[in-house]
């Protein structure tokens, strides 16, 4: 909705606490039925992983597509999907406690 306001110039984007996104909600992924029981169960396949992850990818493609910059403002904790929110972005402010990655 930004995009079409011509009120709205840029977008920043930063988290609401110590961190700007810790990742996603695995307690909700591993009580789905797409949870980590099932997918244990089967090897990796990464078109299964891309269709499953298919709505968090359209919402990171909103922001590398979006037609206004866009910033992350980064504090605390960028981790997993958080790392993808803050790298989808046009520009990356880290404050000097950030940390951004993928946990190993």
């Not at 403002?73 to 951004?100: F, H, P, T, W």
Request: aromatic share 12%.
């Amino acid at each position: 909705l930004a995009n079409y306001d011509d009120d709205v110039h840029v977008i920043i984007l930063q988290g609401k606490g110590r961190a700007f996104c810790a990742g996603y909600d695995l307690v909700e992924f591993a009580e789905s039925k797409e949870g980590a029981s099932q997918s244990a169960k089967r090897p990796w396949d990464p078109v299964t992983d891309y269709y499953l992850m298919g709505r968090n990818t359209s919402n990171f493609s909103s922001l590398w597509y979006s037609l206004k910059p866009t910033i992350a403002k980064v504090r605390g904790y960028a981790v997993a999907g958080g790392s993808d929110i803050a790298l989808s972005c046009d520009i990356v402010i880290m404050g000097e406690n950030a940390k951004i990655g993928y946990p190993p």
